[in-house]
């Protein structure tokens, strides 16, 4: 089967950097993904590193390390928007599904 | 661009009812994808096409789930006698194939309530 492991929830104050683990098992590997969903709204596209290393977007990065099955999402200057769930995602060779974690709830505070 | 369009997007049902979602992907995705959200968990891949045809489907559909993508445009999920167990956020996605990488586009959802 496949698994993705996030801590349940986050805190941090305004302007701060944060950030948020994804360990993964999945019989195969094609790519991790972030997606960011605040209440009630859709999840929405934020990162995706298909070999290791880092890609910056902004104040989002994401780092992946395949050999350990380990990704992180650094959000850096917090903002109060930035309260939101965050849930990686991962497809598997020969599929098109995403297969997400159960999210990270992050609450920035002022 | 308008984005993944999905309708209703919110659906109050009595168990035992048949309902029906529909999801209008980005114009120019072939590839359109449902999964199924419940509160604190995330989203769950249920069925995907590429255009008309449906090529991957989870065992959480079970045989009262089916889903249509007729001119491989527009999508229905429809649900038959639904059950309490059904309750859910119904999310449709899209996405290009030929995109690098290849990024689904997620709808605002359906919430459905069956009481």
């Known amino acids: 089967g496949q698994s993705l492991e996030q801590p349940s929830e986050v805190t941090a104050v305004e302007g701060a950097i944060v950030q948020i683990n994804c360990t993964y098992q999945?019989?195969?590997?094609?790519?991790l993904s972030w997606y960011q969903q605040h209440d009630g709204g859709a999840p929405t596209f934020l990162s995706y590193?298909?070999?290791?290393g880092l890609e910056e977007t902004g104040r989002f990065s994401s780092f992946l390390s395949r050999s350990d099955s380990y990704g992180y999402l650094l959000l850096q200057e917090l903002q109060m928007k930035d309260s939101a769930s965050y849930f990686c995602?991962?497809?598997?060779?020969?599929?098109?599904?995403?297969?997400f974690g159960t999210g990270t709830r992050l609450l920035v505070s002022p | 661009d308008t984005g993944v369009s999905q309708d209703p997007r919110h659906k109050i049902t009595k168990r035992g009812q048949n309902v029906t979602f529909r999801c209008d992907p980005i114009?120019?995705?072939?590839?359109l994808y449902w999964y199924r959200q419940t509160l604190g968990q995330g989203p769950e891949f249920l069925t995907y096409?590429?255009?008309?045809?449906?090529?991957?489907k989870s065992r959480l559909l079970s045989d009262r789930f089916s889903a249509e993508r007729p001119k491989g445009s527009f999508s229905t999920l429809e649900i038959q006698r639904t059950e309490q167990g059904d309750s859910a956020m119904y999310l449709c996605?899209?996405?290009?194939?030929?995109?690098?990488?290849?990024?689904?586009?997620f709808g605002p959802g359906t919430r459905l309530l069956v009481l």
């Open positions: 999945t019989s195969g590997f094609y790519g």
């Open positions: 996605a899209s996405s290009l194939a030929s995109d690098y990488p290849e990024t689904q586009y």
């Open positions: 995602a991962v497809k598997d060779t020969g599929f098109q599904k995403l297969v």
């Open positions: 096409f590429q255009n008309e045809a449906q090529l991957e």
């Open positions: 114009s120019e995705h072939n590839r």
């Open positions: 590193n298909g070999l290791d």
